[in-house]
């Protein structure tokens, strides 16, 4: 072998040896996102009302509040909203308020559920306080009768179908939590003997519409975060006193302090929360098991 080929030879020896004694180097791989869906009514969305008294989508809702609590422990998670104000379980299903590629909510949640299966870690869903909304009133037994016969079991049927093709699209293993409701109207309390006589009602039929909502949840293998116990919405026999609204019972108290259903016009009554009535309804999800 010439000096040229030895010299070659030994250049090459030397880069193998290079190469195979250097430090092993691999290409950055991205961590993949995760993510946490939110589905809903106006609450998924943050809705509180702004100075002029309209009600607008805020970045202060209890799925943002959730997620600011979720993503230290899971800095890949991702937080997408698809609530849309009014819904209702049957407009949930087939469409009519809010605009989606695929017609409505619940198909945009299992196009979204399908398309990223495996990396979805939470969905959170508020559904049902709309479909009640002409018990309101109670100006008759006739609407009573209505409500309770008619516009309780349409809402449970129309979540049992959404809870299954949430389910169904997302996989078994995603953890899903719904959640029970606080009571707005208890405020009218502070309108005199027959303003108690529509919250002490009102507080009864809650009962019953959220035991039917959690019954349903529960059917489906779905957490439920207790909304309704964490604004207390039974204690009526705890008196507080409420700057500006007097002495009320503990139910009344928590629904003027973190609802705008009390506040001053116009940006009240309002039954949405407010930011500190959010943080409890995260704290509520946080405590049904996703700490």
Same mark, same amino acid.
């Given at each position: ?19 195979? *004694?250097? &430090? ?18 106006? =609450? ?52 009519? $308020? ?7 909510? =619940? ?54 179908? $959404? ?19 606080? =009571? ?8 005199? =003997? &027959? ?85 409890? $309804?995260?704290?509520?999800?946080? *405590?049904?098991?996703?700490?």
């Amino acid at each position: 072998m010439g000096p040229v080929r030895i010299a070659l030879a030994a250049a090459a020896v030397a880069v193998a040896v290079a190469a195979c *004694s250097g &430090p092993a180097t691999s290409p950055a791989v991205a961590t993949p996102a995760t993510y946490y869906l939110a589905l809903g009514d106006s =609450l998924s969305q943050g809705v509180q009302p702004d100075a002029a008294g309209t009600s607008v989508k805020t970045g202060q809702g209890y799925p943002d509040q959730l997620y600011a609590m979720l993503r230290p422990s899971q800095p890949t998670l991702q937080l997408v909203k698809l609530g849309c104000p009014g819904e209702t379980t049957a407009t949930m299903i087939h469409g009519g $308020i809010c605009h989606y590629p695929g017609g409505s909510q =619940l198909a945009a949640a299992v196009a979204f559920l399908t398309a990223h299966r495996g990396h979805v870690r939470l969905v959170t869903i508020d559904i049902g306080a709309n479909d009640p909304e002409d018990c309101g009133s109670w100006t008759s037994l006739q609407i009573i009768m209505h409500c309770v016969g008619t516009n309780f079991p349409d809402a449970v049927s129309n979540l049992d179908t $959404i809870l299954a093709r949430v389910r169904a699209a997302a996989g078994p293993d995603v953890r899903i939590v719904g959640m029970s409701y606080y =009571l707005p109207s208890l405020a009218e309390w502070r309108n005199g =003997l &027959p303003g108690q006589a529509v919250a002490w009602l009102s507080e009864k039929l809650a009962v019953g519409y959220n035991d039917l909502l959690n019954n349903a949840y529960a059917k489906s293998h779905v957490r439920v975060a207790n909304v309704f116990g964490a604004f207390q919405t039974s204690d009526f026999g705890n008196r507080v006193a409420v700057p500006g609204v007097g002495t009320v019972p503990r139910n009344v108290a928590l629904i003027c302090q973190w609802t705008w259903e009390c506040a001053s016009p116009p940006r009240g009554p309002n039954q949405h929360a407010n930011q500190a009535g959010y943080g409890v $309804i995260a704290r509520a999800f946080l *405590s049904a098991g996703l700490s």
